[in-house]
């Protein structure tokens, strides 16, 4: 779906991707003039929002209430598990977890210069305070602040688990958790911007004068192979997917777009570069600003599947999220129930066994996770709920001992669990 909210304040319509064909009375109430869409959490079913006095807002997308959430916010995200974050100018903190609003009750610190959301409901924080800081906070312990080298762009792992900040001469990498674990990766041509994939897997880097973007291994620490473009990128963005990378020209408004698994540019889109727009979404459509329209052409060819006229004066979102009662079309990862697959991953004593990264009640955002993993050479498929309280569990798997599990697990550099499905452990 793509939904378009009115900068002026309305009602907001949805269209179904890739035609753009808007669904009448999908969305119902009306919203206030807004400047930002920060984000929206599909298992809650709440459009977050602010606005130019500075409000952060809800909105339910099922009955159409909209609550305030926080005035007076400088910085706001919303994090990897679908928890909001908003620091105001005393830089007190409120959260919101499944609809449960939380003002935190220790001062962040500093106000953020970049606000990050991370798992187990922590936030990362850079303040600019001299000397600059990275911040860890979490709502039921003190923040945890160490000082950084902060000269360019700071970026995100999509959990929080790793901070990559740019430099003169590379790119420092830093566990946000562990002050002791950092790296520093030398890269020619002074650092410009900084993009993790979603996996996590990999860091593009694209640099003030040198062409195209180089790429660092996250696991390696070091540059590998880089991504040839016509000319410097000044920033990217990355499809949830992270098949498809879109770069901007230092100069000019267009979209490179970079199919990722073959480092090919598949062309180029005139385009106006704005927070929202241009993005590639859940369904692998890619949404641009041309003119006063909304486009939705295929990152492939480019070619133009949808077009609302109009639309280009409101601010825009895509997201996995159906209204009720519309079909969902099947999952994009899938794996047999674990009766099933036990039988046929039947391989030792201790086998089969799963390394868990996350479960979800919502299917659509498992599919999503094990994707993005799975483009990152990983053997990653959604395991299907037994019941309906046990959500939809993202593996990697399945291993033949605890040990080769375990092992796994620790490379991530993120939570994990070992799973073995109930009806294969032993009696």
Same mark, same amino acid.
Request: charge should be neutral; glycine fraction near 10%; hydrophobic fraction near 45%.
């Given at each position: 779906?793509?939904?378009?909210?009115? &900068?002026?304040?309305?009602?907001?319509?949805?269209?179904?991707?890739?035609?753009?064909?808007?669904?009448?009375?999908?969305?119902?109430?009306? $919203?206030?003039?807004?400047?930002?869409?920060?984000? !929206?959490?599909?298992?809650?079913?709440?459009?977050?929002?602010?606005?130019?006095?500075?409000?952060? !807002?809800?909105?339910? =997308?099922?009955?159409?209430?909209?609550?305030?959430?926080?005035?007076?916010?400088?910085?706001?995200?919303?994090?990897?598990?679908?928890?909001?974050?908003?620091?105001?100018?005393?830089?007190?903190?409120?959260? =919101?977890?499944?609809?449960?609003?939380?003002?935190?009750?220790?001062?962040?610190?500093?106000?953020?210069?970049?606000?990050?959301?991370?798992?187990?409901?922590? =936030?990362?924080?850079?303040?600019?305070?001299?000397?600059?800081? $990275?911040?860890?906070?979490? %709502?039921?312990?003190?923040? &945890?602040?160490?000082?950084?080298? !902060?000269?360019?762009?700071?970026?995100?792992?999509?959990?929080?688990?790793?901070?990559?900040?740019?430099?003169?001469?590379?790119?420092?990498?830093?566990?946000?958790?562990?002050?002791?674990?950092?790296?520093?990766?030398?890269?020619?041509?002074?650092?410009? %911007?900084?993009?993790?994939?979603?996996?996590?897997?990999?860091?593009?880097?694209?640099?003030?004068?040198?062409?195209?973007?180089?790429?660092?291994?996250?696991? @390696?620490?070091?540059?590998?192979?880089?991504?040839?473009?016509?000319?410097?990128?000044?920033?990217?963005?990355?499809?949830?997917?992270?098949?498809?990378?879109?770069?901007?020209?230092?100069?000019?408004?267009?979209?490179?777009?970079?199919?990722?698994?073959?480092?090919?540019?598949?062309?180029?889109? %005139?385009?106006?570069?704005?927070?929202? =727009?241009?993005?590639?979404?859940?369904?692998?459509?890619?949404? $641009?600003?041309?003119?006063?329209?909304?486009?939705?052409?295929?990152?492939?060819?480019?070619?133009? #599947?949808?077009?609302?006229?109009?639309?280009?004066?409101?601010?825009?979102? #895509?997201?996995?999220? $159906?209204?009720?009662?519309?079909?969902?079309?099947?999952? !994009?990862?899938?794996?047999?129930?674990?009766?099933?697959?036990?039988?046929?991953?039947?391989?030792?004593?201790?086998?089969?066994?799963?390394?868990?990264?996350?479960?979800? /009640?919502?299917?659509?955002?498992?599919?999503?996770? &094990? @994707? /993005?993993?799975?483009?990152?050479?990983?053997?990653?498929?959604?395991?299907?709920?037994?019941?309906?309280?046990?959500?939809?569990?993202?593996?990697?798997?399945?291993?033949?001992?605890?040990?080769?599990?375990?092992?796994?697990?620790?490379?991530?550099?993120?939570?994990?669990?070992?799973? /073995?499905?109930?009806?294969?452990?032993? /009696?």
């Amino acid at each position: 779906m793509a939904l378009r909210v009115p &900068a002026g304040g309305g009602t907001v319509h949805a269209y179904r991707l890739p035609a753009l064909t808007e669904i009448s009375g999908a969305v119902r109430g009306r $919203l206030p003039a807004v400047d930002r869409v920060l984000g !929206l959490d599909p298992e809650s079913q709440l459009l977050f929002l602010r606005t130019e006095k500075k409000e952060v !807002l809800a909105f339910d =997308l099922e009955s159409g209430r909209v609550d305030t959430v926080a005035t007076g916010v400088q910085q706001a995200t919303l994090g990897p598990d679908g928890t909001l974050f908003t620091v105001d100018a005393q830089r007190r903190v409120i959260s =919101l977890k499944r609809r449960v609003r939380f003002a935190w009750p220790q001062a962040l610190g500093g106000i953020p210069r970049d606000l990050f959301g991370a798992g187990d409901q922590r =936030l990362v924080a850079v303040v600019t305070q001299n000397p600059p800081r $990275l911040i860890t906070a979490g %709502a039921d312990q003190p923040p &945890a602040s160490r000082a950084i080298a !902060l000269s360019g762009d700071v970026a995100a792992s999509f959990w929080g688990d790793l901070i990559a900040v740019a430099g003169d001469s590379g790119v420092t990498i830093l566990d946000p958790l562990r002050p002791r674990d950092s790296s520093f990766v030398p890269i020619a041509d002074h650092p410009r %911007a900084l993009l993790f994939s979603p996996a996590g897997h990999r860091i593009y880097v694209a640099r003030r004068s040198g062409l195209g973007l180089a790429v660092i291994d996250r696991f @390696e620490r070091q540059e590998i192979d880089g991504v040839a473009l016509p000319a410097p990128a000044a920033t990217m963005r990355i499809d949830p997917h992270g098949r498809w990378l879109l770069a901007r020209p230092a100069v000019g408004d267009t979209a490179w777009v970079v199919d990722l698994p073959v480092k090919s540019l598949r062309g180029a889109a %005139a385009t106006a570069w704005q927070v929202d =727009l241009p993005a590639v979404a859940p369904d692998g459509s890619l949404l $641009l600003r041309q003119g006063d329209d909304i486009v939705a052409v295929r990152p492939d060819s480019l070619r133009e #599947t949808g077009r609302v006229t109009g639309g280009a004066t409101d601010v825009w979102v #895509t997201t996995p999220w $159906l209204p009720r009662g519309m079909a969902r079309g099947p999952a !994009l990862v899938e794996a047999p129930a674990p009766s099933v697959a036990a039988a046929a991953d039947s391989m030792g004593p201790e086998g089969p066994l799963y390394v868990q990264v996350s479960v979800s /009640q919502n299917q659509a955002w498992s599919a999503d996770n &094990a @994707e /993005q993993l799975a483009r990152a050479g990983l053997p990653a498929k959604v395991l299907p709920s037994a019941t309906p309280d046990e959500g939809y569990r993202v593996v990697l798997g399945p291993y033949s001992t605890r040990a080769q599990a375990e092992a796994i697990g620790r490379k991530l550099g993120r939570p994990f669990w070992i799973y /073995q499905p109930p009806s294969t452990q032993p /009696q």
